[in-house]
């Protein structure tokens, strides 16, 4: 695909991901960082393969405060992550509402109704209203173009981050973009100081949050006359509040009805909407996800049908708008079950499952490919809440079961994981070790493979796959004091592995193996870089 500058004929066929890369292009978007998660990842990807500054940070919340920063100093950011993702950012997030920015600060939350790649299925409309920040919700790929754009100006007008909500139908779905809206060019990046507004210690931070209220209610006012919000007005019998995703499944489940499309969902256009709900005779408000919109609406005073518990859950499609329409609470017919996932063939992390299920371990687990081991055939798993838990959970479990049980327990992390949330983990067992000790295995395959074969820090390559510092995780196991470190290759000798893995279990002491073999979907590409970077090393000398 041609990702050059956009001219008024251009048409593309854009999935929304790769829409809001292209906005970012065309905005002279100075940074994106982010995380890769289902179902944002592409965003950044594509946003470097345009040409784009991009650059993977370990986690979340680094991600959101290397751009904050880089918005301190006048320059135009965006930050990518899955929904869950916000939950790791939100420290520095309902911070950086209250210090406000000086350049753009652009947040991309993807939400994942129905829980396609997730471990659950939060609704990420709250973080804007808890944290006091305007959201955008795009319905294609054109307004995710647009979308993308308007949050940047926003974001300059009023000095503030804007968060833009995707979902994973938009994310992945590809429709016409014609990427002929223009936006000011973004000005040089230069420091000025602002100490009383970037430094939230309380006597700053009391004024800061009257600052970011009256912030946010000229924005509510600015949405009432200038926000994304189409009234398209088809007779008095049904009128539809919708936004999203969810507006288009809507419009094509009833073309016939009155609409009101809010792009702009928070601060809501309250005016806007009121006068739509006295236009028409019966207001359905369709959303996927949580009761969030009609919840406001009725507290704001005003007459809104919802939807019944059932279709909280999942996404939404034509045929569930009709049924929420019709008033039909009926069972729906189960969706057709399609082939379980399961762990490629010739993986290396089925040999450690193997093990674990052969010695009866007590497995904590954790987020990545890696989790399939607790599906046929493996059943190795027993516990899975969140990147980076699966080693804190292990050390709750050593601390409190008998001798006997504790000595079975095993907290299993991948290597973006490990790196992610899970160094932290190893920092409390050298502070606060359990008696019988505790075993950490890091399954390091050498990608973030669940995502789509990202880099991390371990692998010493960039987003870009160029050369870069490497995090070396036995060295730091070592500086960290733990009393065994094991390094093994899962396939080569699976005996000595399952040896080192019971003296480990037998010993007592805080031991961390590392089981690495790369993963096979990855080792071709890496050669491939590996090569690349000779040559151009040749070529250079």
Same mark, same amino acid.
């Not at 499944?249 to 709900?277: C, M, N, Q, Y």
């Not at 050593?398 to 899970?422: C, N, W």
């Given at each position: 695909?041609?990702?050059? #500058?956009?001219?008024?004929?251009?048409?593309? &066929?854009? @999935?929304?991901?790769?829409?809001?890369?292209?906005? %970012?292009?065309?905005?002279?978007? +100075?940074?994106?960082?982010?995380?890769?998660?289902?179902?944002?990842?592409?965003?950044?990807?594509?946003?470097?393969?345009?040409?784009?500054?991009?650059?993977?940070?370990?986690?979340?919340?680094?991600?959101?405060?290397?751009?904050?920063?880089?918005?301190?100093?006048?320059?135009?950011?965006?930050?990518?992550?899955?929904?869950?993702?916000?939950?790791?950012?939100?420290?520095?997030?309902?911070?950086?509402?209250?210090?406000?920015?000086?350049?753009?600060?652009?947040?991309?939350?993807?939400?994942?109704?129905?829980?396609?790649?997730?471990?659950? $299925?939060?609704?990420?409309?709250?973080?804007?209203?808890?944290?006091?920040?305007?959201?955008?919700?795009? +319905?294609?790929?054109?307004?995710?173009?647009?979308?993308?754009?308007?949050?940047?100006?926003? +974001?300059?007008?009023?000095?503030?981050? /804007?968060?833009?909500?995707?979902?994973?139908?938009?994310?992945?779905?590809?429709?016409?973009?014609?990427? $002929?809206?223009?936006? %000011?060019?973004?000005?040089?990046?230069?420091?000025?100081?602002?100490?009383?507004?970037?430094?939230?210690?309380?006597?700053?931070?009391?004024?800061?949050?009257?600052?970011?209220?009256?912030?946010?209610?000229?924005?509510?006012?600015?949405?009432?006359? @200038?926000?994304?919000?189409?009234?398209?007005?088809?007779?008095?019998?049904? *009128?539809?509040?919708?936004?999203?995703?969810?507006?288009?499944?809507?419009?094509?489940?009833?073309?016939?009805?009155?609409?009101?499309?809010?792009?702009?969902?928070?601060?809501?256009?309250?005016?806007?909407?009121?006068?739509?709900?006295?236009? /028409?005779? =019966?207001?359905?408000?369709?959303?996927?996800?949580?009761?969030?919109?009609?919840?406001?609406?009725?507290?704001?005073?005003?007459?809104?049908?919802? #939807?019944?518990?059932?279709?909280?859950?999942?996404?939404?499609?034509?045929? =569930?708008?009709?049924?929420?329409?019709?008033?039909?609470?009926?069972? $729906?017919?189960?969706?057709? #079950?399609?082939?379980?996932?399961? &762990?490629?063939?010739?993986?290396?992390?089925?040999? +450690?499952? $193997?093990?674990? =299920?052969?010695?009866?371990?007590?497995?904590?687990?954790?987020?990545?490919?890696?989790?399939?081991?607790?599906?046929?055939?493996?059943?190795?798993?027993?516990?899975?809440?969140?990147?980076?838990?699966?080693?804190?959970?292990?050390?709750?479990?050593?601390?409190?079961?008998?001798?006997?049980?504790?000595? =079975?327990?095993?907290?299993?992390?991948?290597?973006?994981?490990?790196?992610?949330?899970?160094?932290? *983990?190893?920092?409390?067992?050298?502070?606060?070790?359990?008696?019988?000790?505790?075993?950490?295995?890091?399954?390091?395959?050498?990608?973030?493979?669940?995502?789509?074969?990202?880099?991390?820090?371990?692998?010493?390559?960039?987003?870009?796959?160029?050369?870069?510092?490497?995090?070396?995780?036995?060295?730091?196991?070592?500086? &960290? *004091?733990?009393?065994? /470190?094991?390094?093994?290759?899962?396939?080569?000798?699976?005996?000595?592995?399952?040896?080192?893995?019971?003296?480990?279990?037998?010993?007592?002491?805080?031991?961390?193996?590392?089981?690495?073999?790369?993963?096979?979907?990855?080792?071709? #590409?890496?050669?491939?870089?590996?090569?690349?970077?000779?040559?151009?090393?040749?070529?250079?000398?």
């Amino acid at each position: 695909m041609d990702f050059e #500058k956009a001219n008024v004929a251009e048409r593309l &066929l854009l @999935s929304g991901n790769e829409a809001v890369a292209r906005a %970012a292009l065309d905005a002279g978007v +100075s940074l994106g960082t982010g995380y890769p998660g289902t179902p944002s990842t592409e965003i950044l990807e594509n946003f470097s393969r345009m040409g784009g500054p991009a650059q993977w940070a370990p986690n979340e919340k680094v991600a959101m405060e290397v751009a904050l920063g880089a918005s301190f100093a006048g320059a135009r950011t965006l930050v990518t992550m899955k929904h869950v993702g916000l939950n790791v950012a939100a420290d520095p997030l309902f911070t950086a509402a209250h210090t406000g920015v000086t350049g753009a600060m652009v947040i991309v939350t993807a939400d994942d109704p129905g829980m396609a790649s997730s471990q659950n $299925e939060q609704d990420n409309r709250w973080y804007a209203r808890a944290a006091g920040m305007p959201m955008f919700e795009p +319905s294609d790929s054109q307004e995710a173009y647009d979308f993308t754009l308007r949050a940047i100006e926003l +974001s300059e007008e009023f000095a503030a981050p /804007v968060m833009l909500r995707m979902t994973t139908r938009l994310c992945h779905s590809k429709t016409v973009v014609r990427p $002929e809206r223009s936006i %000011a060019e973004a000005g040089r990046p230069e420091f000025h100081r602002n100490i009383k507004g970037r430094v939230m210690i309380p006597a700053y931070a009391r004024p800061a949050h009257k600052r970011l209220r009256e912030r946010l209610a000229r924005i509510a006012r600015w949405n009432e006359t @200038s926000g994304p919000n189409d009234t398209i007005q088809a007779g008095k019998d049904l *009128g539809i509040i919708a936004s999203g995703i969810a507006y288009a499944h809507a419009r094509e489940a009833t073309p016939d009805a009155s609409f009101l499309k809010i792009g702009l969902t928070w601060p809501l256009p309250t005016e806007t909407i009121a006068k739509f709900v006295r236009s /028409v005779n =019966r207001c359905v408000v369709i959303e996927e996800g949580d009761p969030v919109l009609v919840e406001s609406l009725r507290a704001a005073g005003m007459t809104v049908e919802g #939807k019944s518990e059932q279709y909280r859950f999942g996404e939404l499609n034509v045929n =569930r708008v009709r049924r929420i329409l019709s008033g039909d609470d009926s069972v $729906e017919a189960a969706a057709a #079950k399609g082939k379980p996932p399961q &762990l490629c063939k010739g993986c290396p992390h089925r040999v +450690s499952f $193997e093990i674990l =299920r052969r010695l009866n371990c007590i497995v904590a687990g954790d987020i990545g490919c890696y989790t399939l081991g607790v599906l046929p055939p493996f059943e190795a798993m027993d516990t899975c809440i969140c990147m980076g838990a699966s080693i804190g959970v292990g050390l709750g479990l050593r601390h409190v079961l008998p001798d006997e049980q504790a000595r =079975r327990v095993v907290s299993v992390i991948g290597d973006s994981t490990f790196v992610h949330s899970g160094i932290t *983990g190893l920092v409390e067992m050298v502070y606060n070790p359990p008696k019988t000790g505790h075993v950490v295995l890091i399954l390091d395959n050498g990608t973030t493979a669940m995502t789509g074969l990202q880099e991390h820090p371990g692998t010493g390559r960039t987003l870009a796959h160029q050369p870069t510092g490497q995090i070396v995780f036995e060295d730091l196991a070592g500086a &960290l *004091g733990i009393e065994r /470190v094991e390094v093994v290759d899962p396939t080569k000798d699976p005996a000595g592995y399952e040896r080192i893995l019971i003296e480990a279990l037998d010993s007592g002491k805080l031991c961390v193996i590392i089981a690495r073999r790369p993963c096979l979907l990855v080792a071709g #590409k890496v050669r491939e870089y590996e090569k690349k970077r000779s040559a151009e090393t040749d070529a250079h000398e």
